[in-house]
């Protein structure tokens, strides 16, 4: 396979069939900086050299009625995570501070459970009110199944975009979960489009899914037209369903990011959950593909230090993209 070409049509409007993506996640270990010079050509096409930060807030741990296997927080998990109910909004105002110090041009406010209880839909609109009055900032809420009231007292807030990830195929899905379907989840996406969000939804890779399911978990994110893509590789939780499994290597999530960008030429493109633990010495390269990264800690797992980020951001070359220009820090 020609990857330049391949990228040359991309850039022309070509989509690219399940041949063509297979080809991708199958392609020689020896291929993959040809590969990602090609997914680097898209990248720089529609974002240059710019990379967007996004921080986590982790506003309610545990409680969670669903049976997510790869969740910590799942009702079926036994891992040993700490559990406390809604922060309240001054709370979550105060990451917001810690996001605009790590230059974090997206706050996401995440809380577990199947959907926000009323209190809880009001402390984080509350929280966002204040968030935008106070920082240049985009707000980025994940709070699980919306009805389409909730999508619009959202909006009311300034929530700018709101994420809720397929995580992993329809056809798979029923293997991850089984306490709400995955059209519930793509539900919940259109509600939020629905109420002038931008929408963001992702998928987690490496949980014992085909090759054929991660193509088509990335042909199904471009159907729903999710702005921002966030692409976790399994960060496998003791405790948890998939508990032991181990399928993922540097070289294959590479090519993952590479087959999201091709199939996603102009979307944002996020290395997200467990890209410390698996792209390992080799996360600077996932940024040739990817636009995007999360700062600082995840839900139940800890991140790379923020300011190492900033470092491997300086070292690639690349510039923080943020409301204000900011230089990188130190």
């Known amino acids: 396979m020609n990857w330049n070409l391949l990228a040359e049509h991309v850039l022309a409007g070509h989509e690219l069939s399940d041949e063509e993506g297979l080809a991708i996640l199958e392609s020689e270990d020896d291929q993959i900086l040809e590969l990602l010079h090609s997914a680097y050509q898209i990248r720089k096409h529609y974002y240059g050299n710019k990379v967007k930060l996004n921080m986590i807030v982790n506003t309610k741990s545990g409680f969670c009625p669903e049976n997510c296997g790869y969740c910590a927080q799942s009702i079926d998990s036994e891992a040993p995570i700490q559990k406390y109910r809604m922060m309240d909004k001054d709370t979550i105002v105060q990451g917001a501070e810690q996001a605009h110090r790590l230059q974090s041009g997206t706050y996401c406010i995440v809380a577990s459970g199947r959907g926000p209880t009323n209190r809880e839909l009001n402390e984080v609109t509350a929280a966002v009110q204040e968030i935008k009055a106070k920082y240049d900032m985009k707000v980025c ?15 009311e807030a300034g929530v700018d975009r709101y994420n809720h990830n397929i995580n ?26 629905q109420a002038g969000i931008s929408p963001c939804s992702g998928v987690i890779v490496g949980m014992k899914e085909s090759r054929l399911d991660v193509v088509h978990m990335a042909k199904a994110l471009k159907e729903l037209d999710a702005d921002s893509i966030p692409v976790n590789f399994l960060h496998a939780i003791d405790g948890t369903a998939l508990e032991g499994t181990n399928e993922l290597t540097p070289m294959y999530c590479l090519k993952v990011l590479a ?27 996932g940024l040739y593909a990817a636009n995007s990264i999360f700062v600082g800690d995840y839900l139940t797992t800890a991140g790379q230090e923020g300011t190492k980020d900033h470092q491997m951001l300086k070292d690639l070359g690349f510039e923080i993209e943020y409301p204000t220009p900011q230089p990188l820090a130190e």
């Open 141 to 155: 809420a994940c709070l699980g199944l919306l009805r389409p009231e909730q999508a619009d007292k959202l909006k």
């Open 168 to 193: 992993t195929s329809k056809n798979h899905h029923d293997a991850i979960t089984t306490t709400h379907t995955y059209d519930d989840r793509v539900e919940t996406v259109n509600y939020a489009k």
């Open 259 to 285: 087959l999201f960008r091709f199939i996603n030429p102009a979307k944002e493109i996020r290395v997200s959950g467990g890209r410390e633990v698996n792209l390992r010495s080799l996360q600077p390269l």
